[in-house]
């Protein structure tokens, strides 16, 4: 669509400029005051310059969070990407079964995140949960809140659980969009299984998987609430994530100074993944319009 | 006759391998579908037991049925008050949400303006911001004004992702809406405003439905920021249930049923957003 030039339009922007500047823009200058400043308490404060920031960058703690953020990412996107394309492959094309499994599937996306919590919390208790109950009775020694691998499966599953219909949602809605005429094409042309899902489905599906792949790493990113509900971040600190560390900096211990240099340096990596994420939606929106 | 044969051959086998396919997507979406409802069954069948049975006995099934804990739930103050604060901020942060963004959406679906692409570029920051950095900077935000354990506290602090969220979505939908429509009301006298509700709301209503249910989702499912900037008056459910955990840490009936009714907002209306789950989560694009 050919859009007008309007410099009034601002008018109509102004309401979600000043809504969003008010709740972004001013928590942040906080932010960045912060991470400048030292104090030592009654509201006190002393220029400190860029110490934070060098406190932070050799931090052992911080490095060991942000390696533990991202293995917990590429195992959950390794997981969820291949799945969730599988399960999107095998859903039913239309009618009523189409409907029950798009409800179903899309039934654990919705669920309060500490409640998905709770309920792995449950899921995986050796007395009371389904879980740990029948991997008790196998003889395989699980317990989440002691061991450290126990710890990883139960939050990775979990992740798993909660995340993988997005994925297949995603995919799911860029499989419909491909004409029937190209499969009847590839009948013509007796085409395999798996060239029919490399040059016809996986291609169309690019845009979509695109966009999946990266909100799974985003908020993935950022996960906090389901484990700090299943496991605290424990045994020891073999699942405190990003989030994790930083609530425990800014709002346990109240370290502002730290906690703020730490904020500001994951808001820039956040805003580089937003940056990709935003030139591919764009790409995305040019091919549709270029059709 | 060779070709006839091998022709025939093929044909039988297609069909035979036509029949077991059919049946192996039924049987992963099944096997899937077991795993997804599995834990979501298992709080449901704990909710309905009484404490003495959950710790007592291993059963699939409740032996004896009781909802004594959705009674407790709902005559306890201090557990539907939860519930009552949670729907209270989540309605006010939709409303404010979908109303500051259906005419900046108008705006970016229609218009190039000085700076039009950084603010939305803008805007998409903020929905993928991790609300761990701004939980600190919200609480002296909102204690110094004096907004500390209010409703509209929380409201606010969720507009930062649900703000973005409504009007990237409702952007998805507009550009869908072709632009001839706008220059026809024009030309027949509409003022922008009589336009824009008259004419224009009632074609993208679905794309305003979903982003209200995404918007109100994104607020109920919220923990973090609605935890920090509470204490007692707007104190979530979310909230309320984790404090439970913590404290008595025995009451699992009541913490189940505590779930089981949170997950009820979402699945009554899902069937009505089916088909736009995956374009609400991914933006209004897809």
Not at chain 1, 34 to 59: H, I, K, P, R
Not at chain 2, 8 to 33: C, D, E, F, I, Q
Not at chain 2, 183 to 209: C, H, N, Q, W
């Amino acid at each position: 669509m050919e859009k007008t030039v309007n410099h009034k339009a601002w008018f109509l922007v102004l309401p979600v400029l000043v809504l969003v500047a008010f709740s972004a823009v001013v928590p942040l200058m906080t932010v960045v005051n912060y991470s400048v400043q030292d104090t030592f308490g009654n509201n006190e404060f002393f220029w400190a310059g860029l110490e934070w920031f060098d406190e932070m960058l050799n931090s052992q703690r911080m490095w060991d969070a942000l390696g533990r953020q991202l293995a917990f990412s590429a195992i959950i996107l390794a997981i969820e990407v291949p799945l969730g394309i599988f399960v999107a492959l095998n859903m039913p094309k239309k009618g009523f079964w189409a409907s029950v499994c798009l409800v179903l599937m899309a039934l654990p996306l919705l669920i309060p995140w500490n409640v998905v919590g709770t309920i792995w919390q449950i899921f995986g208790r050796v007395d009371i949960g389904l879980l740990g109950y029948t991997l008790d009775k196998l003889g395989i020694p699980y317990n989440y809140t002691q061991d450290f691998f126990a710890a990883w499966a139960t939050v990775i599953i979990m992740d798993v659980w909660h995340w993988t219909s997005l994925v297949a949602l995603l995919a799911y809605a860029g499989l419909q969009s491909i004409p029937d005429a190209y499969y009847q094409a590839t009948k013509i042309d007796q085409a395999s299984r798996w060239a029919v899902f490399r040059f016809i489905e996986l291609p169309k599906m690019q845009g979509v998987l695109m966009i999946a792949i990266l909100l799974r790493f985003m908020d993935s990113f950022m996960i906090y609430t389901e484990p700090f509900v299943v496991t605290g971040g424990g045994p020891g600190n073999s699942t405190t994530f990003l989030s994790i560390d930083l609530v425990k900096m800014a709002l346990g211990q109240f370290d502002l100074g730290p906690a703020a240099a730490f904020s500001i340096m994951y808001f820039l990596v956040i805003l580089l993944i937003s940056w990709v994420f935003y030139t591919v939606m764009t790409n995305l929106d040019k091919r549709e319009t270029g059709r | 006759m060779s070709m006839a044969a091998s022709t025939s051959t093929s044909a039988s086998s297609g069909r035979a391998s036509a029949l077991p396919k059919v049946n192996g997507r039924a049987v992963v979406m099944t096997l899937y579908l077991v795993f997804l409802l599995l834990p979501i069954y298992w709080l449901v069948n704990m909710s309905l037991k009484t404490n003495a049975e959950i710790l007592s006995t291993f059963s699939l099934w409740p032996q004896e049925l009781t909802f004594r804990n959705y009674a407790t739930i709902l005559t306890d103050p201090s557990w539907y008050m939860g519930y009552v604060n949670s729907l209270i901020y989540v309605v006010i942060n939709t409303v404010i949400s979908i109303s500051v963004a259906l005419p900046a959406a108008y705006a970016f679906s229609r218009y190039t303006f000085l700076g039009d692409k950084h603010l939305f570029f803008w805007l998409l920051t903020n929905r993928m911001a991790p609300p761990a950095v701004f939980a600190l900077p919200f609480f002296q935000l909102y204690s110094s004004v004096g907004l500390f354990d209010t409703h509209i506290a929380v409201a606010l602090a969720h507009c930062l992702f649900n703000v973005p969220l409504a009007v990237w979505i409702l952007e998805g939908f507009m550009r869908g809406v072709p632009k001839e429509i706008d220059e026809t009301a024009y030309i027949d006298g509409y003022s922008f405003p009589r336009f824009f509700v008259k004419i224009f709301m009632p074609l993208i209503a679905s794309g305003i439905g979903v982003a209200a249910f995404f918007c109100f989702m994104f607020s109920w499912v919220e923990l973090l920021l609605s935890r920090t900037l509470t204490s007692v008056d707007a104190k979530p459910i979310a909230a309320t249930m984790t404090r439970t955990v913590s404290a008595s840490g025995l009451d699992w009936g009541v913490l189940a049923a505590a779930g089981v009714l949170t997950i009820v907002p979402g699945a009554l209306v899902i069937y009505f957003v089916r088909n736009y789950i995956a374009k609400g989560f991914a933006l209004g694009r897809v």
